[in-house]
């Protein structure tokens, strides 16, 4: 058990204290996304207001079209990943038989299903006993592997035997 647990330092992402363990996401890996959005807001505002002046019609048009798609796309998850950095390096936190998020909580015996959702930033997808479904993103900050390394550790063993069946259907097969 001592040696999870230095592992678990080692990896940066994973808290674990008494009673508590906090999915985090490290500085560089924030730095990273960060630095991505802002090259791709960069690049779709240069081809918008340098690229297409000087183009023709055709040109002009496609690349307006580009940009504007591409400035809406990396300009939001810009946005929204500065608002994340801003509000606190933790994510998700197992605590007093509850998963909580930044916006929300659920009672870990409450959960029927875990899965990951959305294509851009990923978030996990909770749905109750009572058919509640309650999103906790993580946006890309930290990895699948660690979210479900925290889950299967921290969350299935205390979990209704819906959400072990459901976990092992759905992930069995990914964890090696």
Not at 32 to 53: D, K, N, R, Y
Request: hydrophobic share 40%.
């Amino acid at each position: 058990m001592n040696d999870k647990n230095n592992v678990m330092q080692e990896e940066h992402n994973i808290k674990v204290s008494e009673g508590k363990v906090e999915i985090v996401y490290t500085n560089p890996g924030a730095g990273c996304l960060v630095s991505s959005a802002l090259f791709g807001t960069m690049l779709s505002a240069f081809v918008l207001f340098v690229v297409v002046p000087d183009s023709g019609f055709v040109r002009g048009f496609i690349g307006i079209i580009i940009g504007m798609i591409g400035l809406i796309f990396t300009g939001s998850i810009l946005i929204k990943l500065i608002s994340v950095i801003l509000s606190g390096k933790t994510l998700l936190t197992i605590e007093s038989g509850l998963m909580k998020g930044r916006k929300g909580s659920v009672p870990i015996n409450e959960i029927r299903e875990i899965k990951w959702g959305g294509s851009s930033l990923k978030y996990l997808v909770v749905q109750t006993t009572n058919k509640k479904k309650i999103k906790f993103p993580t946006y890309n900050l930290v990895g699948e592997e660690k979210v479900n390394q925290v889950i299967k550790e921290y969350v299935v063993p205390y979990a209704t035997p819906e959400l072990k069946w459901n976990w092992e259907k759905s992930m069995g097969d990914k964890e090696a």
